[in-house]
């Protein structure tokens, strides 16, 4: 699977826009990004997935660049809530093919009043 | 639905002994991955199992094992317990091999002394 590279850390100020990036610059053409978050002590948490055209659900929209080397995470609204780890991954998803997630570091991201 | 569940989720163990951990996926769901999370390494694939069978193993040694169930529940064991093994061990449910969505369950904490 690709590596993927993203800042250790950002701020938002709640009630704004989180724009967090993420780089794949040797993502394949069948691979796709994934967004996990990883709230302080608890298991990781599904947020969303593409492959190239932008996608959004009621939690985020992901937008991914037109050459796929890179993508970011919108959280249109942030709020306190949305502090947390952010891990963008990329996999080739296919029935029958592994489930396995290679996490990086990830982005902190800290939402302040 | 109920979510993936974890058992016991927090463990204190010393040097030398043995521990299994157990994990309830989400009803209906057929895969189940374990990770290991420490400080230092972040989040590491240990195994997938799909269908009772082990279908993916990441790199660790021979004292990490596991297994699944026909009603899909998942057990990992660690033998002859070292330091290094206190982690927060994350268990994680799909639908289907490979599935797109992957559900974590809250881990089990693990301090060996």
């Known amino acids: 699977d690709a590596k993927t590279t993203q800042p250790p850390s950002m701020d938002c100020a709640e009630g704004r826009a989180a724009n967090l990036p993420c780089n794949h610059s040797?993502?394949?053409?069948?691979?796709?990004v994934y967004w996990y978050r990883q709230i302080h002590s608890q298991g990781p948490q599904y947020i969303i997935h593409g492959l190239k055209n932008n996608e959004t659900n009621e939690m985020a929209s992901l937008i991914i660049t037109e050459d796929r080397k890179s993508s970011t995470l919108i959280l249109p609204h942030a709020t306190l809530r949305d502090t947390a780890v952010y891990y963008c991954?990329?996999?080739?998803?296919?029935?029958?093919?592994?489930?396995?997630?290679?996490f990086g570091q990830g982005t902190t991201l800290q939402v302040k009043p | 639905k109920a979510g993936v569940t974890q058992t016991p989720r927090y463990l204190i163990k010393t040097r030398g002994q043995q521990v299994t951990l157990s994990c309830s996926p989400i009803?209906?769901?057929?895969?189940v991955s374990w990770y290991q999370q420490t400080p230092g390494q972040g989040l590491q694939f240990l195994f997938e199992?799909?269908?009772?069978?082990?279908?993916n193993k990441g790199n660790f040694p021979g004292r990490f094992s596991g297994r699944q169930f026909s009603n899909s529940r998942s057990e990992m064991n660690v033998s002859t317990l070292e330091l290094g093994d206190s982690a927060l061990y994350l268990c994680?449910?799909?639908?289907?091999?490979?599935?797109?969505?992957?559900?974590f369950g809250p881990g089990t904490r693990l301090t060996v002394l």
């Open positions: 040797t993502i394949s053409g069948n691979e796709y």
């Open positions: 994680a449910s799909s639908l289907g091999q490979g599935g797109s969505e992957q559900f």
């Open positions: 009803s209906g769901h057929r895969s």
């Open positions: 199992y799909f269908s009772e069978t082990q279908r």
């Open positions: 991954i990329v996999r080739v998803w296919a029935a029958g093919n592994t489930g396995k997630l290679i």
